[in-house]
């Protein structure tokens, strides 16, 4: 059973002495974050985050199946988390682990119980036909702060995934090839984001963005969930040491300017890239053409 | 010294790159095989890893430089461990992760013996040499110079933190001043005061008594080593990281 | 705002002969058997030789079939369970000594009877009753509830009160959170919130259950007290 090293006594204690004195062994300061960068694939719903070393790929797939019986006006949504030894040599294919466990559990907090995803506007025909919309995360790199990179990668990629048109016409349904009708945005109706501080000291030292050693030093951990109108999607703090209520107040304040930061970093990624794929303005030309009321996508919800 | 010959594992070396040398013997470095077998003639030297040859025709010595490989153990190497677990005579050591350990015995320190030996927790590191390391063996390391019997300042690593590089760079790192086109540590050493043991196994563990002085030297170094820098780059680095310690 | 406590809460220490310590917990119609085992070796694993400090708290939670408004399995392999379990485990890990016993497992077993909200909460403090009489040294005791807020959004007024100690009903209804505490007052040990809320509200919530903490530990701290007074006269009689 491969786990992480532990880190050396040097390392450990030194990093909470550093910490002690508010220095971070990568010169960041305790609230700033490594250098993110975030790109898109060619296709649509791929999303690739790098933060420092860790480095995380979204992709969204879409299939039609039928509702399941007691969601009849909705479609599915799953979120698939991957941790293969591609990221790290300490995963193992096939065995489940408790970082994978918190990272599923986390993000299915944040974005499918927030409803971050309009999942009734995935119905095609209530009760029998739906999309089923895939979310996997892979794990490429493993250096600390999957939570935080996971969750960016995954609303970035539905922001920017575009599904197939359908059309229904009674019970008849046409599914529309990318060819032939330009594919429909999801209904998104907030962008959630997870910032995870650790903490040292017995709370009196709180960290962003924790490096895998500083992860691995910590007292505990607390994961704030929020979009930039201030709404919590959830907070984790799972045991670890415990600390002054107050302090996990002033998490989500923090919480709140990163998220800020995080949304607009999305915003205008997608928009650099919407201006890529549309090189001399073709893009704006079939929309034109495909451009009909919205409600015929939502016949199912309808009833 | 430094070429640009790229070597594949499989290829030949080219007759153009050994050392021209009139006596003495070719010395074989990492990553190279020697074939007995072959006919005379052509050349018998096989690279079992790609990477940059590399020659000194001083030493007569001729390696192949892998950049980012995995470290491999081989005797002589100095290395920075860290004690795993202890059994009855033995520290388990880790010279990498994921990796078998190592053994270190107990009694492979200057002047150790049963009372006087140094007491090792799991989680300590030390800096030794590499005894042992063949085919089928465990890789064994020790503590203490084999023909003076004394440390040469191997053994226990109290306080300061450990960095990790790459092997490729730490072993340029040992190769003293300049040689491997790394100045970092001797610009470093003109300006602040600080110990440093550098690890083969892509470990470096540096102390120098203030918290800010060894984060500034180990970015240095991690710095170096991920951003490539020349020389002109490291002595503008180093001032810069001086001028903010 | 008190907690109705008389009629509310049933808590026994030492219900199961078996186990090194157990308890029995009622808050509200939320019932939960708790045993411990340990602090006992671990067993051997092969391979790994895990030196840990201390030792290792293992916990595993089963919902019975007939806990629920309508019967269901509930596997073992529920993320939701699985994660109630790393938190109750870490929770205790930081107010447990563990390191007084190194190379050793403590399992806390906890069998959900009957659930109607709080469920969280009300394994955590059933977990420290059984803990306390299984004899495991430990700075505090973790005790917990949860908190619910009457509206959601900000717009909706500011005198909407927060709730203490939701019902199953409330907990579907109404954004919600769990909060633990252990090691002195408003520290937070445990903090769990899984609704959408605005951040304004968090404030209140958090401090109507510190607050609800503190009756609670109140009222277990009595109930341990009252068993160790009913174990010492048996000792003289």
Not at chain 2, 118 to 137: F, I, M, N, T
Not at chain 2, 159 to 166: D, K, L, M, Y
Not at chain 2, 205 to 215: K, L, N
């Amino acid at each position: 059973m491969p786990s992480e090293p532990a880190p050396s006594t040097n390392e450990s204690t030194f990093l909470l002495s550093a910490l002690r004195e508010n220095i971070r062994l990568d010169g960041r300061a305790l609230d700033a974050y490594r250098p993110i960068s975030l790109t898109f694939g060619s296709e649509y719903g791929t999303a690739d985050v790098r933060l420092g070393k860790t480095r995380v790929l979204a992709k969204i797939a879409c299939e039609v199946t039928t509702p399941y019986p007691d969601r009849k006006f909705d479609g599915i949504f799953t979120i698939n988390t991957e941790l293969s030894p591609l990221g790290s040599p300490a995963f193992e294919v096939g065995r489940q682990d408790t970082t994978e466990l918190l990272l599923s559990r986390v993000l299915e907090k944040t974005i499918r119980r927030s409803g971050a995803l309009d999942t009734e506007s995935l119905c095609i025909v209530a009760g029998q036909k739906c999309f089923h919309l895939k979310a996997t995360l892979h794990v490429l790199d493993h250096d600390g702060n999957l939570v935080d990179a996971s969750c960016l990668a995954l609303v970035a990629a539905l922001l920017h995934f575009r599904r197939q048109d359908i059309e229904v016409k009674g019970e008849d349904v046409t599914i529309f090839d990318v060819r032939e009708r330009e594919p429909i945005r999801l209904t998104i109706q907030h962008r959630p984001f997870c910032v995870s501080f650790s903490y040292y000291h017995n709370g009196e030292v709180m960290v962003q963005d924790a490096t895998l050693l500083e992860e691995q030093c910590r007292q505990g951990e607390v994961v704030v969930s929020m979009n930039r109108f201030g709404e919590v999607a959830q907070i984790a703090k799972y045991g670890g040491a415990p600390v002054d209520g107050l302090s996990v107040l002033s998490c989500t304040t923090a919480a709140l300017e990163r998220v800020k930061g995080f949304d607009r970093m999305v915003t205008e990624a997608l928009k650099a890239d919407e201006a890529r794929r549309d090189e001399g303005g073709l893009m704006a030309e079939l929309s034109a053409e495909n451009e009909r009321p919205t409600g015929s996508m939502l016949v199912g919800s309808e009833n | 010294m430094a070429s640009s010959t790229i070597l594949l594992p499989g290829e030949t070396v080219p007759h153009s790159q050994l050392p021209e040398s009139k006596k003495g013997t070719l010395t074989l470095g990492p990553n190279l095989r020697h074939l007995p077998q072959a006919p005379p003639a052509s050349i018998s030297i096989l690279p079992t890893s790609s990477g940059l040859l590399q020659s000194d025709a001083k030493k007569i010595a001729l390696w192949l430089d892998t950049p980012h490989a995995r470290y491999a153990p081989s005797v002589g190497d100095l290395v920075v461990a860290q004690v795993h677990h202890s059994s009855t005579e033995t520290y388990h050591v880790m010279l990498t992760p994921q990796t078998p350990y190592a053994l270190l015995g107990q009694l492979a320190f200057e002047g150790a013996n049963k009372k006087t030996r140094p007491k090792l927790e799991a989680g300590d590191s030390v800096y030794a040499r590499v005894k042992a390391a063949g085919r089928g063996e465990d890789v064994e390391i020790e503590c203490v110079s084999p023909n003076s019997g004394k440390a040469d300042g191997m053994g226990p690593l109290k306080g300061g933190t450990v960095f990790n590089v790459s092997p490729a760079f730490a072993r340029r790192l040992m190769m003293g001043p300049g040689k491997g086109g790394f100045v970092v540590l001797e610009e470093l050493g003109e300006k602040l005061k600080f110990e440093v043991a550098v690890g083969r196994n892509g470990r470096v563990w540096v102390e120098s008594g203030s918290v800010r002085a060894t984060v500034a030297v180990g970015r240095l170094l991690v710095g170096c080593d991920e951003g490539g820098w020349g020389v002109e780059e490291q002595r503008r680095e180093v001032r810069r990281a001086v001028r903010e310690v | 705002m008190p907690l109705d406590s008389s009629s509310y809460s049933i808590a026994q220490l030492s219900t199961q002969a078996a186990a090194d310590g157990s308890s029995y917990l009622e808050m509200g119609l939320t019932k939960i058997i708790c045993t411990v085992h340990g602090p006992r070796e671990s067993p051997t694993r092969s391979g790994s030789s895990s030196q840990s400090p201390g030792a290792h708290i293992e916990t595993s939670i089963s919902i019975a079939g007939f806990s629920g408004t309508d019967r269901k399995r509930h596997g073992r392999n529920d993320k939701r369970t699985q994660e109630m379990q790393h938190t109750i485990s870490s929770a205790f890990s930081s107010t447990l000594f563990t390191h007084l016993y190194p190379h050793s497992t403590i399992t806390i077993s906890l069998h959900v009877l009957s659930q109607d909200g709080s469920l969280l909460a009300a394994c955590l403090n059933a977990a420290t009753l059984a803990l306390v009489d299984a004899g495991v040294p430990m700075s505090d005791y973790v005790v917990a509830c949860t908190t619910g807020s009457t509206a959601s959004y900000a717009g909706d007024g500011e005198e909407a009160d927060p709730l203490l100690d939701l019902n199953g009903l409330e907990e579907q209804e109404l954004p919600f959170l769990t909060v633990g505490t252990s090691g002195g007052e408003d520290k937070v040990n445990v903090l769990i919130m899984e609704t959408r809320v605005q951040v304004g509200r968090l404030e209140a919530m958090i401090s109507v259950g510190l607050d609800g903490c503190r009756q609670i530990r109140g009222m277990l701290d009595r109930v341990v007290r009252e068993h160790g007074e009913r174990v010492l006269e048996a000792r003289v009689a």
